[in-house]
């Protein structure tokens, strides 16, 4: 009888020792819902809420590439490469200055970041986007928080004809 006691108090001690961890929610929402073009920027509103019991810190980048990575998918699962701005960013070598955050039991945190700073959209399309939270910074040992996607619609840009201006009035 004194082993399955054992037992029963060590699993509730691990099992409150995880529900106090402290864990972060990540919400990405549309800053401005409107039509977006290839050629024009998408502001994404970025939410860091703490719906846990224990306070929940973490380090936020001056520059926010070293602590955000953004995810864009295609309707074929083909994910979009990074930009070029978020590239040259992430692989210089100049320091990184950042803030140590504490949101306390049902605190948030938001800002609002554009997303063509982070992803190439080039071409009109249906995209599924999702943001990578690092806590710790941009580290390859760094686990991400991921949000839930968001479906992000793109139309052709003022640089490509319409439909209508491709079509002969005299053949149709």
Known sequence: MKLPRTMLV?????????????????????????????????????????????????????????????????????TLDASDTYKRTVASGSPVYYREIALQPGEEYSFVEDLRRYVRMDEAGVYRVRVLFHPELLRPDSRPVYSRDLVVSVRPGAGIPSIAETLSAETG
């Open 10 to 78: 060590l699993t509730l001690t691990v099992l409150a020792a995880r529900l106090s961890f402290a864990q972060p929610e990540i919400e990405l929402r549309f800053f401005d819902k409107r039509i977006y073009y290839t050629d024009s920027e998408i502001f994404l509103k970025i939410t860091i809420s703490n719906p846990s019991a224990a306070p929940y810190r973490f380090k936020l980048a001056e520059g926010r590439m070293f602590s955000l990575a953004f995810e864009a998918r295609t309707p074929s699962n083909r």
